[in-house]
């Protein structure tokens, strides 16, 4: 049963998500596993689910037994990726770096796993990473140990190697699999430890956001508020501890009081001091320990003197801090630093003595940045303006400023700006600026450490200034992204008025456009840097919560699912307008489709459909939707009849008022919620519904949608595919008024349900290869389109091979959310079928496309072992994937798996005679659309009934039909379907040719090489 937050130590089960898909792809029943271990298949995805750690431990053990893998845990490890451990996974994510992701990680284990816990310490060069478990199976210490070493990979981009590994369980070092975890790994020791070189926990993650980071922390704040962990209220006092070392010194007052700590948990002084007793700490023991993680990360930075460490960490003076650093390393601050540097390194710098010293070469980091800062304080305010705009633009682009650009920022001439840089160049800040080509000179700082200097001597007020002017420069210039990373860096409540409308308008603007700016964090802090110049220019609370329903939006997108849930909460306890009301019902109907909540996702839309936009017709019975969708097809059949060019004009084009828009905008949201849970008759019903308000008042962008759809609605109801194509038509047309992205949207709706029917599948496979390389094919395009689609089409399978490689590899780069499991399902059968094996896999339907493929392999490698289990599958198929090319496929081949099943089962002329019309039927439906598409269907039917005929009416009207087919099959036919014309030819001859039968079988061979794009293997 599932935990409550009061019972027994308990764990996430999103933990097992990774080791679960593991295992399946091994052929284990995951339903059968979960159930040994007591823990319901049902409840897997349904997010803040929790079960008694001992399930965890169980159902691990029973796996490795049952898989007969002893390195499964460690295999499950390197599986897990931080993103699947819920909130606690984007804290570490978007955490600063290493040390701060193991921090939080140390701070908020009990969200994922309790019972344990996780200390990190350091000595010299080492760092320790220790866990102390309050069970101690094996096979959970391996899990969580490899997990650790694991997830640097993940969090900075870098596999981090391993110095040691200690586990207190007994266990044989001359197993390979702990191998792969350190070179040295110990068993029975005290503890169970993970040790590295301590520079790497100074690794920048790769996607670390101050805000996100902060949102999520508080969210896991209120997670284990709720919860009876002891622990809680230690990670809290430090979490708050660390926020107030972090902020700003307003004043010199460095001390942090831990009476603020209390008031920012909500709690009196004497409750805070009697929990933390009763944990055995202290507010100061506490304090220490963040200090000390902290010092760690700052220490590692050289451009930090000591002094400015002390300062951050709010020590009173120099000294002090030197002695607590020792206290804590067992070494000076100076000692450690060096030890940093790596030993070849720190001798070949020893080693080079350069023949006329610089003023900088022979001091300290103390010294250095007393000395730039004495050199730039000699200089005149504006040459001081002039090197803070350099070394601010540097700090951001990493790359030097050019003098030109200098002057466009600054508003000065060339001439000007160089007398003004002389003296800078006397200082030997920055080197010569003398060049005959002025334009050519780029500003270029003696020592990279004044760059950092500077910008720490400027002001508040003067940082703002500078990167506001920055950022203009950059702005009007086109580069949005420098522009709005130097926008970020403004302290907002030190703008003017005006300054802030500026950056507010600009903000918008970016975000409502869809720039090309498309780092995660980027857009994060663009939401959170436009709200705030909102809410500081004025307090319109309906404009802020336009922003935070878009925020919301693009949180969904980056699967910031907690934070999005958050906000959705949010937004639901304040007043909002009728539209507002209506876009936050479309926008989380997205977040519920996430988080697998496909019912709950409907009835939000129906009622906003009711409620909001005065829909009350959707919600009918199955029996009534057929029959509007019968009423509206006959109503537009006879107007194509009578006008086609006049069919779909509307009666009104007035511009939409927002009731109207709010209907389309809750009917297309409908309509792709009821496609993605695969009801096809409610998803037609809710179109047609929408077909017939864009013929009442057109609008270019939802007419459009709602045209290309309805084409499919023609094709799959009555078959008229005149009026199909006047509605495909219509909808590219409408769509091109309004957007290239648009058109792009509805291309795909109608060539994945519609044009199949009307063009070769090579023409339909072009189209979808221009879509994916256009600019916008990546916000529109489905990645499996175009590979399925090759398979189906005669593309050689190595081709095959290397797309799906390629695509697999940039997705895992790039992408954030799309799965690309489609892709894979395509691999796998490409590589099947050039190289099949004796012993096939056992086929399992567990979605349409993964049936599709193992369909499609096991078929045409002729693999006839799984043929009876498989030969029904194209209905499920039908229904899930409706109206795709697919689909067709998939009923050829499962009609000629049961031909071939009749065949074998020795049944009498009697029975035969009453299967016949049931074939009948099944081949009828494949000249139909023969009929309607010859490129595309023709040789499947002609083999089809070819078969046919062998089966019901014997070898000798078969081979005469297969005769009378051989050029049209050898001129239009695809690869595959040349195959099969040429091994059922064969069979068809055995009893009538054996020198025919042999030459077709040679050419079937020949053509399998050709497909598999093994040319060379041919004689």
């Known amino acids: 049963m599932p935990m409550t937050r009061e019972s027994a130590p308990s764990f996430n089960l999103k933990l097992i998500h990774a080791l679960l898909q593991l295992v399946q792809h091994q052929g284990v029943d995951t339903a059968a596993a979960l159930s040994q271990s007591n823990i319901k298949q049902a409840l897997i995805d349904i997010p803040g689910q929790r079960y008694p750690t001992e399930e965890f431990a169980a159902l691990l053990s029973h796996l490795i037994n049952h898989t007969n893998n002893p390195k499964l845990a460690i295999t499950a490890a390197k599986a897990t990726q931080p993103r699947m451990l819920g909130s606690l996974g984007f804290i570490m994510t978007t955490a600063n770096t290493l040390q701060d992701a193991y921090q939080m990680l140390a701070d ?68 390979r699999h702990y191998n792969q975890l350190a070179t040295q790994v110990n068993f029975s020791q005290n503890h169970n430890q993970l040790i590295i070189n301590s520079q790497h926990m100074s690794l920048a993650c790769l996607e670390a956001n101050p805000e996100m980071h902060q949102l999520h922390c508080d969210y896991a704040n209120s997670l284990q508020l709720q919860s009876s962990h002891k622990q809680a209220i230690i990670a809290q006092a430090k979490h708050q501890i660390r926020l107030l070392i972090q902020q700003p010194k307003a004043t010199d007052n460095l001390a942090i009081r831990r009476e603020q700590v209390a008031a920012e948990l909500n709690m009196s002084l004497r409750t805070f001091q009697r929990k933390l007793s009763a944990l055995n700490t202290s507010f100061q023991q506490i304090h220490d320990t963040v200090r000390q993680e902290i010092c760690i990360q700052l220490i590692s930075k050289p451009q930090l003197n000591f002094g400015q460490i002390a300062y951050k960490l709010g020590f009173s003076n120099l000294s002090a801090f030197q002695k607590a650093f020792k206290r804590w390393m067992q070494l000076s601050p100076s000692q450690y630093r060096n030890s940093l540097i790596p030993q070849e390194i720190s001798s070949a710098i020893s080693a080079v003595k350069p023949a006329d010293q610089l003023w900088y070469s022979t001091l300290s980091n103390q010294e250095l940045n007393i000395a730039i800062a004495e050199k730039f304080s000699c200089l005149s305010h504006f040459t001081q303006q002039l090197l803070a705009l350099c070394a601010l633009s540097q700090q951001i682009s990493h790359r030097q400023l050019s003098i030109e650009t200098l002057a466009s920022i600054s508003g000065n001439t060339i001439a000007r700006l160089s007398i003004y840089l002389w003296p800078a160049q006397q200082q030997q800040l920055i080197d010569s600026t003398d060049q005959c080509d002025s334009t050519l000179i780029s500003i270029q700082f003696t020592v990279l450490e004044a760059i950092p200097e500077i910008s720490n001597i400027l002001s508040p007020l003067q940082l703002t200034e500078l990167h506001f002017s920055i950022a203009r420069h950059h702005q009007s210039q086109g580069d949005h992204l420098l522009a709005i990373k130097h926008y970020l860096l403004c302290d907002i409540p030190k703008l003017e008025h005006s300054q802030l409308s500026t950056l507010y308008h600009y903000c918008k603007h970016i975000l409502n456009t869809g720039s090309t700016i498309n780092e995660a964090s980027l857009i994060n802090s663009l939401f959170t840097l436009t709200i705030n110049c909102k809410v500081t220019l004025d307090d319109d609370i309906y404009a802020l919560n336009d922003l935070y329903i878009a925020q919301l939006d693009n949180w969904i997108r980056l699967s910031f699912f907690d934070a999005a849930h958050l906000q959705v909460n949010k937004l639901n306890n304040i007043q909002l307008t009728n539209n507002q009301t209506v876009d936050l019902a479309v926008i989380a109907t997205k977040l519920l489709i996430e988080m697998n909540q496909i019912e709950q996702a409907q009835i939000l839309l129906l009622k906003t459909a009711q409620q909001n936009c005065q829909i009350y017709t959707l919600e009918t019975a199955q029996s009534q939707i057929l029959l509007n969708i019968a009423s509206a097809l006959e109503q537009t059949s006879v107007l194509a009849n009578n006008n086609s060019k006049n069919i779909l004009k509307s009666a009104s084009r007035l511009k939409l008022t927002d009731l109207e828009k709010n209907k389309r905008r809750v009917l297309k949201s409908l309509i792709n919620t009821y496609l993605h849970a695969q009801q096809p008759i409610k998803a037609a019903g809710a179109i047609t519904y929408m077909f017939k308000l864009c013929l009442k008042q057109v609008d270019d962008y939802y007419a459009a949608f709602a045209n290309a759809h309805f084409s499919w609605i023609c094709c799959w109801f009555s078959g008229d595919i005149n009026t199909a194509k006047i509605c495909a038509q219509h909808a590219i047309t409408l769509a091109s008024r309004h957007s290239l992205l648009h058109q792009q949207e509805c291309e795909v709706i109608l060539q994945h349900k519609f044009y199949h029917w009307i063009h070769p599948l090579s023409a339909t496979k072009n189209t979808v290869d221009n879509l994916q390389r256009s600019q916008l094919a990546n916000l529109t395009n489905p990645n499996s389109l175009p590979h399925y689609l090759a398979l189906c089409s005669g593309v050689t399978l190595s081709q095959i091979e290397s797309l799906c490689h390629k695509a697999l590899e940039v997705g895992s780069s790039t992408s954030l959310r799309h799965p690309y499991r489609h892709i894979e399902h395509v691999l796998t059968c490409s590589q099947q079928l050039m190289s099949p094996t004796a012993n096939s896999p056992q086929p399992k339907y567990t979605n349409s496309h993964s049936a599709f493929c193992q369909l499609f392999s096991h078929f045409y490698n002729f693999d006839v072992t799984h043929w009876q289990q498989m030969q029904h599958w194209d209905a499920r198929i039908e229904n899930e994937m409706i109206g795709e090319h697919l689909v067709t496929e998939a009923f050829f081949i499962c009609t000629l798996m049961r031909l071939r099943y009749l065949e074998h089962t020795n049944n009498n002329d009697d029975e035969l005679t009453l299967e016949r019309p049931r074939f009948e039927g099944q081949i009828s439906r494949l000249e139909f659309w023969s009929q309607l598409c010859p490129e595309n269907f023709k040789a499947q039917y002609q083999i089809a009934y070819g078969v046919y005929l062998l089966i019901f009416f014997g070898a000798k009207k078969a081979a005469d039909h297969f005769e009378s087919i051989y050029t049209e099959i050898e001129i239009n036919a695809h690869p595959q379907h040349k195959i099969l014309y040429y091994h059922y030819y064969a069979r068809i001859l055995r009893t009538q040719s054996s020198a025919l039968q042999a030459l077709c079988e040679e050419k079937k061979q020949r053509l399998i090489i050709q497909w598999a794009g093994q040319k060379h293997l041919i004689d």
């Open 108 to 175: 908020y284990f009990s969200l994922i796993y309790e019972g344990i816990s996780l200390e990190i310490t350091y000595h010299q060069q080492e760092c320790t990473l220790n866990l102390k478990f309050n069970d101690s199976n094996p096979h959970v210490i391996e899990f969580f140990i490899a997990c650790l070493l694991n997830w640097p990979r993940w969090l900075t981009g870098r596999a981090i190697p391993a110095q040691c590994v200690n586990f207190s369980f007994k266990g044989d070092g001359n197993l």
